[in-house]
């Protein structure tokens, strides 16, 4: 046919190209070959011919650029998707990813088959919710596209659906709370009824999502975001990632966070009280309270509370808290490692000790509330956290130090010594979450949560903000609280 039509010389010339396997060079003389007049049926033929060829052995390059940017402009809206694709791979301005939305926009409309509008509307939406274009994001309108495409069937449109109106939840749009948690729900449903999907996606992606929609709907069920909100809701979701998904323990800690902070305490007269009633916000079994007064060392006075504490029946944890506040610049921190190391001399067995202030530590960009630990010459930390069991304190305890910091140990959001430290400040706790704190260096690692801007003055730090700027700080995070970021 070449011969006889010079039309069909160059697209000859890509299908020889093809044959021997040089599908880029293929592709590169087919795009310059669109629109030279040859019959659109063996046009079509060779385009797909060579696209199939290039999918199946996941060819991409210039020439594959090339070829699908040409046939969707000259009249092959079958190849606006894969032209979208390309040009949003190596997209760096607004410019670019204006080009890309017009394919994925063409694509939507004209593509024959639902999995291609629905893979062009979520890949669409993405511009949208990360204000490529515009340097705004825009959460409203990639909902409705990724909503479109769940409605098509597309599990990448469901799941990006509930994830984004829980993103409008944070910025305080409460109204879309269901509709989060409906498309989770629905994200889940298609799986474990094991529905079809409307795109083509690998089954790892496709048991990713699920997962994905899993643990964020454990997230709201954490956070109480629902009517119908459940720990055992949020336990059963998260059960088969935990250890595997940092995500999972996350939840199912704040769950439990959550459950702490929904019952009304009033401040004790002494800082082992406070501890005493942060623990069994823990459901902690603290079997009893002795005040103890050592006088004063070195200028520190030493009296404080030694609690006892039920690990499991028949087995104890000695808990030694200091009434004074304690930091390791301080010769207080001192005095509580010589008491701590007299307490253990004295009771013949491990114990643990802490000042009137509750601490934590960042280790690996995680943060984990702490407890100091004496054990015969060494002084060290055990981390402490919501759901935590006194048994599974001391386990950590037993392990080498570096061994103690895991996920499941950490206290994300330092729930513990939060509370603690409202109470030691006279805070009473409302029964409405979490106190709004800001946090406090002391030494290389150690930090610890203040509530008002007088609290640094009062101990004996100075900060560089002063207490009005402090209380600013602390009155902008209780507004962002109330808008809805959590």
Not at 123 to 131: K, P, Q, T, V
Not at 432 to 460: T, Y
Request: net charge negative; hydrophobic share 45%; proline share 4%.
């Amino acid at each position: 046919m070449a011969r006889f039509d010079p039309n069909a010389k160059a697209w000859h010339e890509a299908i020889l190209r093809l044959n021997a396997f040089d599908v880029e060079g293929a592709a590169t003389l087919a795009s310059a070959a669109i629109g030279n007049g040859l019959d659109a049926r063996l046009v079509e033929y060779a385009l797909g011919s060579i696209n199939a060829v290039a999918v199946l052995n996941g060819i991409k390059g210039p020439g594959m650029e090339a070829m699908a940017t040409r046939a969707a402009d000259t009249g092959h809206p079958e190849f606006a998707f894969n032209a979208g694709n390309y040009v949003i791979a190596r997209a760096a301005t607004p410019d670019d990813f204006r080009r890309a939305e017009g394919y994925y926009k063409l694509a939507a409309k004209e593509s024959k088959d639902d999995a291609t509008r629905a893979a062009a509307m979520v890949n669409h939406a993405a511009i949208f919710r990360d204000g490529s274009v515009t340097g705004l994001p825009d959460f409203a309108a990639a909902l409705t596209l990724y909503e479109q495409a769940a409605n098509l069937g597309s599990m990448a449109g469901m799941f990006n659906a509930g994830n984004v109106s829980l993103w409008l939840v944070d910025q305080g749009h409460k109204q879309y709370v269901y509709r989060a948690a409906q498309w989770f729900e629905k994200a889940i449903e298609v799986v474990e009824k094991g529905s079809a999907s409307a795109e083509q996606i690998s089954n790892e992606v496709w048991m990713s999502l699920y997962g994905s929609a899993r643990l964020r709907l454990a997230e709201m069920h954490a956070r109480e975001l629902l009517a119908n909100a459940s720990f055992t809701t949020c336990r059963s979701l998260v059960e088969p990632y935990l250890g595997k998904d940092p995500h999972a323990q996350w939840a199912l800690n704040i769950a439990h966070e959550t459950q702490m902070c929904k019952t009304a305490v009033a401040p004790a007269s002494t800082a082992g009280g406070n501890w005493k009633s942060v623990l069994e916000l823990m459901q902690w079994n603290v079997q009893s309270i002795t005040p103890f007064d050592h006088g004063v060392v070195r200028g520190v006075s030493t009296k404080g509370d030694l609690l006892i504490i039920e690990a499991r029946p028949g087995s104890t944890m000695t808990l030694i808290v200091m009434d004074c506040f304690v930091h390791p610049q301080h010769e207080s921190f001192s005095v509580m490692v010589d008491l701590a190391y007299g307490h253990h001399d004295e009771l013949g067995h491990p114990c643990f000790i802490t000042g009137n202030k509750g601490y934590f530590a960042n280790v690996g960009k995680t943060d984990y509330s702490l407890l100091f630990h004496i054990v015969g010459d060494s002084f060290t930390s055990v981390p402490i956290w919501p759901g935590a069991t006194c048994s599974e304190v001391l386990a950590l305890s037993a392990l080498p130090e570096a061994d103690r910091f895991t996920d499941a140990a950490a206290d994300v959001r330092n729930c513990i010594p939060i509370l603690v430290n409202a109470l030691g400040e006279g805070q009473a706790l409302d029964g409405d979450g979490l106190p709004v704190a800001l946090w406090l260096g002391a030494g290389p690692s150690l930090r610890f949560p203040i509530l008002s801007g007088k609290e640094p003055g009062r101990i004996g730090l100075t900060v560089s903000q002063s207490e009005q700027e402090l209380d600013e700080l602390l009155n902008a995070q209780r507004q962002e609280r109330i808008g809805g970021a959590y």
